[in-house]
């Protein structure tokens, strides 16, 4: 006896086939649908109808004749709707709005430096509310809002504990839900960017990656065999607080040596009060954009610095690649800007210290996507499931 329900279910199966067909490889016309995915024409024909009355597909005119009648090509109509997605970092506030492409519409940056829970909350509504009044109008408005926090986030949403914002047992999820009545997506940031880096940015074309976030502190988001690992409770990725130094600093965490209180923004700019420039009651002010300059303008103890800080994060990616064997490793967010200064310190680690097995096949790459790779990834949580709640699936 038949369930009840497996047409419907095969219907939204073929219809998720041909709607990812369309964003993929738009455009496109329905005949090469139905060569692609085996679906008779009949059936992409019905279902390209339902799509382009959902307004998620349009027509955009006849396309190359291969013999006979010109075919009618389609888009997908990434226009019809528009996601927010939010780094939330320890010092800044990115917020962008996508298309359902994840191409950047709409952007706003904000900085801050040591803000309570409440100072950053009122920020981020704010912040999320200019992006939310400039959005383009649409078929279907704001349809997600995807946040990516520093620290460690439970299956529900929840902010359990952020070591370097001091969070703990945060329901952000719920106060941003009501406050704009949309569906809010929060995970660890290292995990959204590390889903920005493999739908968008250098990680597209690998099964196996690493996603190494160095900002104020360091997360690591894991993709393997093209899915994002998460671990068994969720709480996967926590290399930055992994001991390299036994007898080391203490950490927020509650830990002593951890990888990113030498490899990290932060390990960079406490060591450079130390340097003969800063001392002595020098006003000039000491951020990772003017240590940048200050290298570029030759100054060699800022060189000497970003090279320590290179060595020690290589130390952590030779971890990383003899635990995990990954074919990628991408170091991304704010650190990556002085890729001039730490790429060689990296790679001089990796081939003096990493077994040649391991070492063999590992590419290790700056970002591409810069400062976005979790934004874009936090935008992405909202796309996925607008579609996945609704009349077809993209994933």
């Given at each position: 006896?038949?369930?009840?329900?497996?047409?419907?279910?095969?219907?939204?199966i073929?219809?998720?086939?041909?709607?990812?067909?369309?964003?993929?490889?738009?455009?496109?016309?329905?005949?090469?649908?139905?060569?692609?995915?085996?679906?008779?024409?009949?059936?992409?024909?019905?279902i390209?109808?339902?799509?382009?009355?959902?307004?998620?597909?349009?027509?955009?005119?006849?396309?190359?004749?291969?013999?006979?009648?010109?075919?009618?090509?389609?888009?997908?109509?990434?226009?019809?709707?528009?996601?927010?997605?939010?780094?939330?970092?320890?010092?800044?506030?990115?917020?962008?709005?996508?298309?359902?492409?994840?191409?950047?519409?709409?952007?706003?940056?904000?900085?801050?430096?040591?803000?309570?829970?409440?100072e950053?909350?009122?920020?981020?509504?704010?912040?999320?509310?200019?992006?939310?009044?400039?959005?383009?109008?649409?078929?279907?408005?704001?349809?997600?809002?995807?946040?990516?926090?520093?620290?460690?986030?439970?299956?529900?949403?929840?902010?359990?504990?952020?070591?370097?914002?001091?969070?703990?047992?945060?329901?952000?999820?719920?106060?941003?839900?009501?406050?704009?009545?949309?569906?809010?997506?929060?995970?660890?940031?290292?995990?959204?960017?590390?889903?920005?880096?493999?739908?968008?940015?250098?990680?597209?074309?690998?099964?196996?990656?690493?996603?190494?976030?160095?900002?104020?502190?360091?997360?690591?988001?894991?993709?393997?065999?093209?899915?994002?690992?998460?671990?068994?409770?969720?709480?996967?990725?926590?290399?930055?607080?992994?001991?390299?130094?036994?007898?080391?600093?203490?950490?927020?965490?509650?830990?002593?040596?951890?990888?990113?209180?030498?490899?990290?923004?932060?390990?960079?700019?406490?060591?450079?009060?130390?340097?003969?420039?800063?001392?002595?009651?020098?006003?000039?002010?000491?951020?990772?954009?003017?240590?940048?300059?200050?290298?570029?303008?030759?100054?060699?103890?800022?060189?000497?610095?970003?090279?320590q800080?290179?060595?020690?994060?290589?130390?952590?990616?030779?971890?990383?690649?003899l635990?995990?064997?990954?074919?990628?490793?991408?170091?991304?967010?704010?650190?990556?800007?002085?890729q001039?200064?730490?790429?060689?310190?990296?790679?001089?680690?990796?081939s003096?210290?990493?077994?040649?097995y391991?070492r063999?096949?590992?590419?290790?790459?700056?970002?591409?996507?810069g400062?976005?790779?979790?934004?874009l990834?936090?935008?992405?949580?909202?796309?996925?499931?607008?579609?996945?709640?609704?009349?077809?699936?993209?994933?």
């Amino acid at each position: 006896m038949p369930v009840t329900g497996d047409q419907s279910l095969i219907k939204k199966i073929n219809q998720s086939i041909v709607l990812e067909m369309i964003r993929n490889h738009c455009p496109i016309s329905r005949a090469q649908i139905a060569e692609l995915t085996g679906l008779t024409k009949g059936t992409v024909s019905t279902i390209v109808n339902d799509l382009m009355k959902d307004n998620l597909v349009y027509e955009i005119g006849p396309g190359r004749s291969s013999g006979g009648r010109r075919p009618v090509m389609l888009m997908f109509n990434k226009a019809a709707g528009y996601s927010i997605g939010v780094d939330l970092g320890v010092n800044y506030l990115l917020t962008v709005l996508t298309d359902l492409q994840g191409n950047i519409v709409l952007e706003q940056t904000s900085l801050y430096q040591d803000l309570s829970y409440d100072e950053i909350l009122s920020l981020l509504k704010k912040d999320l509310r200019t992006v939310i009044d400039q959005a383009p109008s649409s078929t279907y408005g704001i349809i997600g809002i995807g946040i990516g926090i520093p620290g460690i986030v439970g299956n529900d949403g929840t902010v359990l504990f952020t070591p370097n914002l001091g969070w703990k047992d945060v329901d952000l999820k719920g106060v941003i839900n009501n406050e704009f009545q949309v569906p809010v997506w929060i995970d660890n940031e290292a995990n959204t960017g590390a889903l920005g880096e493999k739908l968008y940015g250098a990680g597209r074309e690998a099964s196996d990656l690493v996603y190494v976030s160095v900002g104020i502190g360091i997360g690591t988001g894991i993709v393997l065999n093209g899915e994002l690992y998460k671990g068994i409770s969720g709480f996967s990725g926590e290399i930055g607080h992994t001991t390299i130094e036994v007898n080391g600093k203490k950490c927020r965490c509650g830990n002593k040596g951890c990888w990113e209180l030498y490899a990290s923004e932060h390990a960079l700019l406490s060591q450079a009060k130390s340097l003969p420039m800063f001392r002595g009651g020098d006003n000039r002010e000491i951020d990772l954009e003017s240590l940048i300059r200050l290298a570029d303008e030759g100054h060699t103890e800022v060189i000497n610095l970003f090279n320590q800080i290179g060595e020690y994060l290589g130390i952590g990616i030779m971890n990383i690649a003899l635990s995990f064997n990954p074919e990628l490793v991408i170091i991304g967010n704010r650190l990556s800007k002085a890729q001039q200064w730490i790429v060689n310190p990296v790679k001089k680690v990796l081939s003096n210290r990493l077994m040649p097995y391991h070492r063999e096949k590992l590419r290790v790459e700056f970002s591409n996507l810069g400062v976005y790779s979790s934004a874009l990834g936090a935008s992405s949580l909202a796309i996925s499931n607008f579609f996945s709640d609704s009349k077809v699936t993209l994933e």
